[in-house]
């Protein structure tokens, strides 16, 4: 009886179970004051997955399928370099934007490149790259079977926002409410949560390249741009880092209308 309830109601069970875990873990975090001393808030990320896999569960033999799916890494191999590519681009134009106008323009990693590419795959296995298993691999197609990749991708966007709120009570500079912090973030989720929700569709609805994107975006820049006109602006990671994903949205819309993608073979396991 559950596993039919679960299954008649999929949409509703994934996002209750999704925002139950990570909220549940944000609330211990803030109560314990996790926060303050740890940099990563282990395992909220795990809510998507998890989520997937209850509500696939209770269908009849749909959670094998969807896995081996999902989890298949025969794909292109451009598409993988895509993956890095895109973020890292992204994030480091906004350094050579800081630059412009008589600054400097420096190659300063934050770390050493090994600890890099090893925060890199923590951050796919571990991390927000097992985000994608549940928004991505199993949300996406589904409300792909009511509405167009980008609607999807926008409601998904906003969804992913809600989701990441607790997170602007934890002190992080990252989830700032300051007005031009917030909107930053706010266009930021919801245009990389509609270029995923494409990207997805062109993997064929297989989520490791897609994992990847998400993992290379938590990087960071390697490079470092300083004493340029906009050096100090806060608007540079809106105008530049968030315009950069909707430019890109903009593009695959005017290039294939709605569906972002020049076909879709995504559908969602039943």
């Given amino acids: 009886m559950i596993r ?4 008649r109601h999929q949409l509703v069970m994934f996002v209750l179970v999704a925002f139950g875990w990570t909220w549940t873990w944000d609330a211990i975090y803030y109560l314990l004051g996790w926060w303050e001393i740890l940099p990563v808030t282990f395992p909220r ?3 998507l997955p998890i989520a997937a896999v209850i509500v696939l569960w209770a269908g009849d033999g749909s959670l094998q399928t969807w896995s081996e799916r999902t989890l298949d890494w025969r794909v ?6 895509v993956a890095l590519l895109v973020p890292f681009v992204i994030t480091n134009v906004q350094q050579v934007v800081r630059a412009l106008g008589g600054g400097t323009l420096a190659y300063a990693p934050p770390a050493s490149l090994l600890a890099i590419a090893l925060f890199l795959l923590a951050n ?14 199993f949300l996406q197609p589904r409300l792909q079977e009511r509405t167009s990749v980008l609607t999807a991708g926008l409601g998904i966007g906003v969804l992913w926002w809600a989701w990441h709120f607790p997170l602007f009570f934890s002190g992080k500079a990252a989830y700032s ?9 706010t266009t930021f989720i919801v245009g990389a949560a509609t ?3 494409a990207f997805v569709n062109v993997t064929g609805g297989r989520v490791l390249p ?14 470092e741009g300083d004493g340029g006109l906009l050096a100090g602006s806060q608007l540079v990671p809106l105008v530049v ?8 949205i903009a593009v695959l819309v005017l290039r294939y209308g709605r569906t972002m993608v020049p076909k879709s073979s995504v559908e969602p396991v039943s």
Avoid: K
Avoid at 4 to 7: F, T
Avoid at 210 to 223: I, P
């Fill in 177 to 185: 409410l300051d007005l031009v912090s917030l909107l930053t973030y």
């Fill in 76 to 81: 292109h191999p451009g598409l993988y370099l």
């Fill in 4 to 7: 039919a309830l679960i299954w």
């Fill in 210 to 223: 897609v994992m990847l994107m998400h993992a290379t975006v938590n990087v960071g820049a390697l490079l």
């Fill in 124 to 137: 796919v296995v571990l991390f927000g790259g097992v985000e994608e298993l549940g928004w991505r691999g």
């Fill in 45 to 47: 990320q795990w809510g």
């Fill in 241 to 248: 880092g968030s315009g950069l994903w909707w430019l890109t």
């Fill in 195 to 197: 270029v995923l929700g």
